[in-house]
C-alpha cells in the first residue's frame, strides 16, 4: 500500500513537472542558448537597463555599440551630428567588433535618434553578416515611437528573420529627463519585457 502510495506521488510529481516545462519551453531553450547576444546602444541608460532585464530572462552575451570616435555630450551637439550624419549617409566607424559566427540570435536595441536608426546601429548592420540570423529589436524613445528604424532596419538585414519588436518610452533629453527606468517605471518595464518575450518565443507561427 504505502509502495503503491509513493508511486502515484511520483506520477502526479513527473506530470506536473512535465506540464511546467511545457508551458515555459521556448524561453527555456533560449536560456541555455550560448548562441544569442543582446547588442545596445544607450546614452543615458535607458536602453541599457531593457538589454540587462532581457539577459536576466534569456542569457546571452551582453555588449554595448561603442564608437571609435564618441558623441559630443552636448545634447544640442549629438543632435546636429546626428542629423548631418543621417542627411549625408555616413556611417560612424565603431569600436565594437565581434565574430558573429559565434551567434544565431540577435537582440537589436537602441534608442530612437532623430525619429532614424542610430547612425552606429546601421555601421553594425553594413559591417556584419546577419543572413539567416534571428535579429529582435528593442527600443526606447521619448514617447514618439520608433520612426523610420524598423524599416531601415529590414532594409540593411534582407536575409535575416526579424521579430516583433518591444518598444518602451524611455528619457526625454531635450527636456532633461535622462534616466527614467527605475522605482515603479522598473517593475512596468520589466513586465512589458517579460510580456513581450513570452509572446515571441513562446508561440510558434
Ligand atoms: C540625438 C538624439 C536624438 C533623439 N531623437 C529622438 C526622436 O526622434 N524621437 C524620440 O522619441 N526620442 C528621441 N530621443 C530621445 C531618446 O530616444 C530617449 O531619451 C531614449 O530613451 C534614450 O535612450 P538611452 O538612455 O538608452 O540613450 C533622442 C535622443 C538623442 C540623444
Redesign the pocket.
Known amino acids: 500500500m504505502k509502495f503503491a502510495f509513493c508511486t502515484f506521488c511520483l506520477f502526479v510529481f513527473l506530470g506536473l513537472a512535465n506540464m511546467e516545462e511545457e508551458e515555459f519551453g521556448a524561453i527555456g531553450n533560449f536560456q541555455s542558448s550560448e548562441r544569442t547576444l543582446i547588442l545596445y546602444?544607450?546614452?543615458?541608460?535607458?536602453?541599457?537597463t531593457v538589454a540587462e532585464m532581457i539577459q536576466k530572462e534569456v542569457g546571452g552575451d551582453l555588449v554595448a555599440v561603442e564608437l571609435k570616435n564618441p558623441y559630443p555630450e552636448n545634447?544640442d551637439a549629438?543632435?546636429k551630428q546626428?542629423a548631418e550624419e543621417n542627411a549625408n549617409g555616413f556611417l560612424p566607424t565603431l569600436k565594437t567588433k565581434l565574430d558573429m559566427v559565434q551567434y544565431d540570435t540577435i537582440f537589436f536595441g537602441f534608442?530612437?535618434?532623430?525619429?532614424q536608426l542610430p547612425p552606429p546601429m546601421k555601421s553594425f548592420l553594413n559591417e556584419n553578416d546577419l543572413k539567416g540570423k534571428t535579429i529582435i529589436p528593442f527600443n526606447?524613445?521619448?514617447?514618439?515611437?520608433l520612426?523610420s528604424s524598423l524599416r531601415t532596419l529590414k532594409e540593411l538585414s534582407p536575409n535575416s528573420i526579424i521579430l516583433d519588436e518591444l518598444s518602451v518610452k524611455?528619457?526625454?533629453?531635450?527636456d532633461g529627463i535622462?534616466?527614467v527606468i527605475m522605482g515603479k517605471r522598473e517593475i512596468e518595464v520589466r513586465e512589458a519585457v517579460q510580456k513581450w518575450l513570452k509572446r515571441i518565443l513562446v508561440v510558434k507561427d
Open positions: 546602444l544607450s546614452r543615458t541608460n535607458n536602453t541599457k545634447y549629438i543632435v546626428v534608442p530612437t535618434w532623430g525619429m526606447t524613445n521619448a514617447g514618439y515611437g520612426g524611455g528619457g526625454v533629453e531635450r535622462l534616466f
